[in-house]
Nanobody, 124 residues
Framework: QERLVESGGGSVQSGGSPRLACKFS????????LGWVRQEPDKGREGREM??????????GYADSVQGRFTISRDHAKTALSLTIDNLKPEDTAMYYC???????????????WGQGTQVTVSS
């Protein structure tokens, strides 16, 4: 059974650099990307935002809102994914979901499979 399992969330001080991890179990077609989607507090599913993705070759893509602060990485086996957030800001507080989607995975409609999510809460 295919699964996405996230880890690494929690309460982090503003300015910190948390690292989120995701492990995918199963087969992922080379035409599909692994990525991260976040959902801010008090926003429903329609408020989810694609923040970063990596294709089968590990090439990254980022939302304009996080460019320069977020770094996504996909391992050579292509089943492990990480997201490092530099200079954490209060507005980064959100549930972060690992996801599989058709490349280039520019938006939530491209997602075909979701993890259960990991919460990042920024503290001052």
């Amino acid at each position: 059974q295919e699964r996405l399992v996230e880890s690494g969330g929690g309460s982090v001080q503003s300015g910190g650099s948390p690292r989120l991890a995701c492990k995918f179990s199963g087969y992922i077609h080379p035409n599909y990307c692994l990525g991260w989607v976040r959902q801010e507090p008090d926003k429903g599913r329609e408020g989810r935002e694609m923040v970063a993705y990596a294709d089968n070759g590990g090439r990254p893509g980022y939302a304009d809102s996080v460019q320069g602060r977020f770094t996504i990485s996909r391992d050579h086996a292509k089943t492990a994914l990480s997201l490092t957030i530099d200079n954490l800001k209060p507005e980064d507080t959100a549930m972060y979901y690992c996801a599989v989607g058709l490349c280039p995975m520019l938006g939530v409609p491209d997602v075909v499979k979701w993890g259960q999510g990991t919460q990042v809460t920024v503290s001052s």
